[in-house]
C-alpha cells in the first residue's frame, strides 16, 4: 500500500502547562463553529435563567454541560475534561469565564496562523506557477 504524505496546518497545543489539543488555526469551519459558540455565550451571560437562589446552582450545572459538548462539538473531540477538568467552564478568572479566556487564548492563535500565511501567500503564487507549467496540458481550458 502507497503512503500519502500532504502539508496540513493542524497543530497541538499544551493547554496551561498539561493537556493537549490539536487543531487547525486556518480551518474555516474550525473559526466558524468557534465564534458562532463565542456568540452563543455572549448571549448567556445576558441571561439569568434562575428564578431563584436555589435555581443557581442547577442552572449553572446545566449551562456547565451544554457548554462542555458544544466546546467539544467545535473540536470534534472530547477536550473539556482535558482542559478544564471537573471546574465549571463558566468560573471566574481574571474576570471572564474561564471557558472566554480559552477561546481568547485560541482567537489569538488563529489571528497568527492567519498572519503567517498571509506571509506564505505570494510564494504560493510561484509554486503554484510551476506545477501549472508542468501539469497545465492536462487542464481543461
Do not use: H, W
Request: hydrophobic share 40%.
Amino acid at each position: 500500500m502507497g503512503v500519502l504524505n500532504f502539508q496540513t496546518s493542524r497543530k497541538t497545543y499544551t493547554v496551561n502547562c498539561g493537556a493537549e489539543i490539536s487543531f487547525d488555526p486556518t480551518d474555516i469551519s474550525f473559526v466558524n463553529r468557534l465564534f458562532s459558540l463565542v456568540e452563543k455565550l455572549e448571549k448567556q451571560q445576558n441571561e439569568s435563567g434562575a428564578a431563584t437562589p436555589g435555581d443557581i446552582f442547577v442552572v449553572a450545572a446545566k449551562r456547565d454541560a451544554e457548554m462542555r459538548a458544544d466546546i467539544d462539538a467545535v473540536f470534534g473531540e472530547p477536550v473539556c475534561d482535558k482542559v478544564f477538568g471537573k471546574v465549571n467552564v463558566f468560573s471566574p478568572a481574571g474576570g471572564l469565564p474561564m471557558c472566554m479566556n480559552f477561546f481568547l487564548a485560541i482567537i489569538d492563535e488563529i489571528d497568527a496562523a492567519a498572519e503567517e500565511e498571509t506571509k506564505i501567500s505570494p510564494q504560493l503564487s510561484a509554486y503554484m506557477q510551476k506545477y501549472e507549467r508542468k501539469y497545465g496540458k492536462y487542464m481543461q481550458k
